[in-house]
């Protein structure tokens, strides 16, 4: 009975999350509708809680042309991109190399072939930035050219399974850029040196966003730290990436609202991780640089719950009686078996300051990162989650909570 119930739970949490609520991007008035809705959610379980705002930007678009000549070609303004009008020479680049060396200040520049074949990470991104990436901004910026078009393929480890995936996608990076297919940008090479014409709806809009925080147990030093990314990417309900994290921490916070253990339980709906700047988790640092050492584990929840799937639990350096705890987890719950480290999560902030964790996930998920075309597409929705594997989890935690009490 008390299943059928959580598993009724879920469902209501998730089509709220991503149904009722049109649109969970960071800076949206339905992400503001999401946090509120998490934090009177859990707040009604008797969970103490506190929310921080964050500074953040919306977007919005109504899409891109170039012409050229008698042709017209439909483009994407890359996300959190100025719009522009702009008329100028065409000019290509295919590799840094390249953009090191050819004129193009003033031009609309392609980029195609070597140099957008991987999304570029944010320039002001702090967990995961390489050099290579940091090079390529940094002359864009010092080169100057009037706009941007980046003709791109698949990337799913960084960007999803968007077809074509914005190279670009960054609100600190001014340069104003679109996105189109590959195929387009092989057309296009044909007129580099052509006068073009860039059209790019676009506007940037200063926004709040929330992170909530929610605790439970004795008041302690010690804390074990639950966390979901609350956001979506925008244009996606964001079933699996990551409406089935925040509604596993629902349940879980259902399961432990008798909680009295030796350690505080927190957990933590961060708002920012499918979102350029990731303002969420840059704020939860900011007020725990201190405090990091008193947390014993992160157990981070992100794309969990896929039909069809296992659920993985990913173990980082844990402690040898929480791994004991973790395998003997393993065995008594079904649904669930071990899956290999992934470090696109959460999980990775807690990791980088020196806490043990545990990532979950779906094990088709993590097996087909590199390939699958599901996560920041319209595929993305209820119809791919099975409820009963996030009854599962949450099941899952509570009693490998409950067994962590000294």
């Given amino acids: 009975m008390e299943h059928e119930h959580l598993y009724q739970k879920s469902v209501s949490y998730l089509k709220t999350l991503c149904e009722e609520i049109a649109e969970r991007c960071v800076g949206s008035e339905g992400n503001r509708q999401a946090t509120r809705f998490f934090e009177k959610a859990i707040s009604s379980l008797g969970w103490q809680t506190e929310t921080s705002e964050l500074e953040v930007m919306d977007w919005q678009e109504s899409g891109a042309t170039l012409r050229v000549a008698d042709q017209s070609f439909n483009m994407l303004p890359s996300p959190y991109s100025l719009g522009c009008s702009v008329q100028a ?55 100057q050219p009037a706009a941007i078009i980046c003709a791109t393929g698949r990337n799913p480890s960084l960007a999803g399974g968007a077809y074509p995936f914005p190279l670009i ?3 600190d990076f001014d340069i104003p850029s679109v996105y189109t297919t590959e195929e387009v940008g092989r057309d296009l090479l044909t007129c580099i040196g052509k006068t073009a014409v860039l ?41 699996i990436d990551n409406a089935g994290g925040a509604a596993t921490l629902l349940i879980s916070a259902e399961l432990l609202k008798d909680y009295d253990g030796d350690r505080t339980i927190e957990m933590a709906a961060f708002n920012g991780e499918d979102y350029y700047a990731v303002p969420g988790q840059l704020d939860y640092i900011r007020k725990n640089q201190n405090d990091f050492q008193n947390i014993v584990l992160n157990i981070n929840i992100d794309g969990a719950g896929l039909k069809e799937s296992k659920t993985a639990f990913s173990f980082f350096n844990l402690p040898e009686t929480m791994k004991t705890t973790g395998h003997d987890l393993l065995t008594k719950f079904a649904g669930i078996t071990e899956g290999a480290q992934w470090p696109q999560g959460d999980h ?20 087909h990162m ?17 409820c009963r594997k996030l009854v599962e989890v949450a099941k899952a935690l509570n009693w490998f909570l409950r067994k962590q009490n000294r």
């Fill in 89 to 143: 020479a065409l000019a290509g680049v295919s590799s840094p190399e390249d953009l090191e060396h050819r004129e193009i200040t003033g031009r609309i520049l392609l980029l195609s072939g070597e140099i957008a074949k991987e999304q570029l990470m944010p320039k002001n991104f702090v967990f995961y930035n390489p050099e290579e990436h940091q090079k390529i901004i940094a002359l864009l910026e010092k080169k």
């Fill in 169 to 171: 996608e960054d609100g």
């Fill in 199 to 239: 059209e790019s709806r676009a506007t940037r809009i200063p926004a709040k966003a929330y992170n909530v925080v929610a605790r439970k147990g004795k008041e302690t030093a010690e804390r074990i730290v639950l966390t979901a990314h609350i956001d979506a990417k925008k244009g996606t309900p964001g079933a």
């Fill in 348 to 367: 990775s902030i807690f990791i980088q300051h020196g806490c043990p964790a545990i990532a979950v996930s779906s094990q088709w998920l993590i097996e």
């Fill in 370 to 386: 590199d390939s699958q075309q599901i996560t920041h597409t319209p595929k993305d929705n209820i119809s791919i989650v099975d």
